[in-house]
């Protein structure tokens, strides 16, 4: 549905330097550094997939995104999207698309909501009874029946959030670009639009881009990531594969009695002590867990122990570092 | 179109929360032009004419222009403010939606409160046909209509053209506001008190001079020769917004392909 | 003291950074004051009693306000005083240790002169050398000169402070945009600034004189083109001197009213 291949552009940055007298330079002529912010991008992504799309910032994914919702023109390559280029057909193309830019609001500020969601209607022309079957699925789903009516300018964030994600959907788009949506969510809220999004893309088949910085997002969402730094795939697969790949460290939390004097095993690195609580990271390509709960046995009197994974967010830093980004 | 009107409801919806701030600012747009209408009243009662043209002919000129102008203010406000829109990246979301980029700039702001400018302009525009001795045909109602359509056309394409200029710079667009706020002050005056080439640049280039200067004089029988030309003259102002549409959509192109 | 002067040094490099924008702005108000000029001339040409000022010295009048236009015009938006009012930051003002009303006179004034700064003298010198019967004539004499300067000073001293009561009234009312609107156009009106004041039937400019909103534009601008003679000039900035005490006294007055009523209500 989503088809990639070979995507470029750069852009012309206007290069400054400090200093009146660099400033006064500038007025006549202009230094410009060219940058590429994509390079020979190419991937597919199948109906009903949900993608997550990481990078650091400045690496790409903006661009993309915006190639991909028909913004940006590219300087080379193709794209095509449920059959549509979408710089080129936009008028029809966006239609069948819906955007959430997490820190940007498409909504009418001084207004109640439902008179947003009316404008929307009209201005994507979705018919009345379809209106209103879908306003009232996304009114229950996104629990927005006491905030329907209210001004945007009184919502709180994660209010706001909802409503937002509930405009894109107003329309039925057959994909769904979410850019930072949980950005400055409290965790209630997180886990209340996680879920939604699960919900569409389980229920209505919704194909879903995810740009996120919280990888918990990610962890909950996405079954595959595509990394992207300094404009270049680096990364295309599963979520899985990373923790396969990266997972095979592992964190020992053990609570034990009172022990004064700190211990050290073997095989392992002691992230954290205290006297009655440490947190030992292993490697279990080196040493087997059950070994190494052997020789913490040996060591202290256990009461409690608990192993964990990597965090995933650990997981994408490993991740960044190995492609040098 | 029935999506703008929808547009203007939400905004008027929007504006009407903050209502004594809209009462105050509407009579303070009603007061600008007021004032200014007051300083025209006052050199008229000293020097009587202006290189032959009666004060009341002036003030039908002044009205024209100025309701032209104050209705082209409510409407294009969106095109008037665009540097923040595009500032704030907002622009990014007009291209996701499924419409014309125009109109939703257009659906952007609609400036209620200029109004006040309207209503002043009414005012003096019923009061000037009232002191004019004229006779008043179908014909020369409907060259009015047509000079007032006319004007806001050409504001209209004005704005759009500074708008415009923001698709490459943010800074200097105050250069716009010589011929907005440069050319109504010009244009309240008949055209023919100036000299000769600020006529014929304000008739042939930014055609101020098709919606005023010639359609009045055929309003106040001061023609000569066939009336047709004069009366059609307005048809010009129109036609000023198409190059002023096509100017647009380079710059939304040029925006599409350096990003933003 | 020193506080006030920083605050002031702050604005006048703000203010001079926005070249380009001075520049474009620099072009509108030529094509102003050409259109009233030619207006003018078009009047004149056809006057059967000789007016009150003559043709040249309204040329002077009109170019003077022009260039000086950041000192005369009332209507000028400190965007940043408004949202300090309206948004109640107003808080963080009250904690500092200097006097509110020297800090804003302080900040108004300093934007106020880069604004000029920037424009004035290209637009002067420009105006100095347009062709003829564009062109704005020297001062009369180096007497006239100085007393215009201290005019022009004496006179943006008093608009600061007129600003300083608009600004305080938006305190007190909490409206905004609206009431300021009102006042600017009006107090521009009665300095002269629609129409010269020497052009106004007499009944108007009885009111005028007594109003003290001429004495920041039509005073110094005459002056200037010798329309005043130098013994008026002279009677008149002492005037301006008079006017600018009382007007600040009153604006303190009102400052420290509106204050005592913030800090009562809790802002």
Redo the contacts between chains.
Sequence with gaps: MIKIDGLS?S??VAMRSSGVRQAVKALFKREYKVVD?LDDISFTIEPGEIVGYIGPNGAGKS?TI?VM?????PDSGSCTIMGYTP?KD???Y??H?G?V?GQ?S?L????PVI??F??LR????VPEQEYRSTLSLLTETLELQDIIQM?VRQLSLGQRMRCEIAASLLHSPSVLFLDEPTIGLDAVSKIAVRKFIRTINEEKGVTIILTTHDMNDIEALAKRIILIGKGKKLYDGSVSAIRDQFGTRKTITAVYSHQAEPFQVPGTVMEAWSPERAVLSVDTEQVVISEVLIRLSAQVELLDVAIDTLPIEDMIVQLYKEHQI | MRLYGKYILILFKSQMQYRTSFWLLSIGQFLVPFSIFAGLYFLFERFGQIKGWAFHEVALCFAIIHMAFAISECFARGFDSFSSLVGNGDFDRVLVRPRSTVLQVLGSKFEFTRVGRLLQSVIVLCWAISRLSLEWTLLKAVTLVFMVASGVFIFTGIFMLAATMCFWTIQGLEIANIFTDGGREMAQYPLGIYQKWVMRFFTFIIPFGCVNYLPLLYLLDKTSGNDLPYMLAPAAGILFILPCLLVWRIGVRHYRSTGS | MKAYMSVFKLRLSNGLQYRTAALAGMATQFFWGFVIIMVFEAFYSGATVQPPISLTQLITYVWLQQAFLAFVMLWFRDNELFQLITTGNIAYELCRPSGIYGLWYAKLLGQRLASALLRSLPIVTVAFILPQPYRMPLPSDPFAFLLFIAALILGLLLIVSLSMLMYISVFVTLSPAGSLLMFGVIGEFLAGMVIPVPLMPSWLQSIVYVLPFRWTADFPFRVYSGHIPKEEALAGIAIQIIWFLVLVGLGRLAMAKALRRVVVNGG
């Design positions: 552009k852009y012309q912010a661009t915006k919702s028909g913004i940006l023109v710089w936009r008028v029809e966006v239609k698309i955007v830019f940007r498409q009418w500020w001084d207004v008179d947003s009316d404008l009209d201005i994507y022309k001004p």
